[in-house]
């Protein structure tokens, strides 16, 4: 099931802003030792938040052109034309990552660490993630967006609730979701 999720995940993935222009996911018979895909882009040792938070914060200008890396609630995939490594998320709290924007966004369900972009790069926020159902406040901090335009957060799973962001005398909010089937990548916080 898991793997018709990736397969539909890259579809829509290649249907968006998110895209990888030339890769092409590997066949089982392409497939290598995980250890070397993660040696080949410096992810040896690294579990999914490290590497989730390391390829989330290079520079765009230094990302990998060949390498796919998909969050989705409960794996990060990896994935090059050769090989492809899954990492399991925590089993506590998943990964939602969020770009603001005051012009332009694009579409996007499965964050892609190394091919999403935003609009606000290297710019100051103030974010506030809600529980929904209980009011509780699950993030109240400064942050700086990264140079993809996205800034990143655990959060607890099975969470239904309400981003707000302000910036620059701007305030945007959306709702969010972080249940089995809920998106990673948050494109639709408008900033007015």
């Known amino acids: ?85 899954t990492l399991d998320m925590p089993e506590d709290s998943t990964y939602l990552s969020i770009a603001p924007y005051e012009n332009q966004s694009h579409e996007c369900f499965y964050h892609s660490l190394t091919t999403c972009l935003g609009e606000l790069g290297n710019e100051s926020v103030d974010v506030r993630i809600i529980d929904d159902s209980t009011g509780d406040v699950v993030v109240d901090e400064k942050a700086t967006t990264y140079d993809n335009g996205f800034v990143g957060f655990w959060v607890p799973r099975d969470l239904e609730g309400t981003i707000e962001i302000s910036h620059d005398g701007k305030v945007g909010k959306t709702t969010f979701s972080t249940t089995e089937d809920g998106a990673t990548c948050i494109t639709d916080l408008h900033l007015a």
């Open 1 to 85: 099931m898991k793997r018709l999720a990736i397969a539909t995940a890259v579809l829509v993935l290649a249907l968006t802003g998110c895209s990888l222009s030339d890769a092409d996911p590997p066949s089982e018979t392409e497939q290598a030792a995980p250890s070397d895909l993660l040696a080949d882009y410096g992810l040896a040792e690294m579990d999914a938040i490290e590497a989730i938070d390391y390829l989330d914060r290079i520079k765009v200008t230094d990302r990998p052109t060949d390498l796919m890396a998909s969050v989705y609630p409960d794996e990060l995939v990896l994935t090059d034309k050769a090989q492809e490594v």
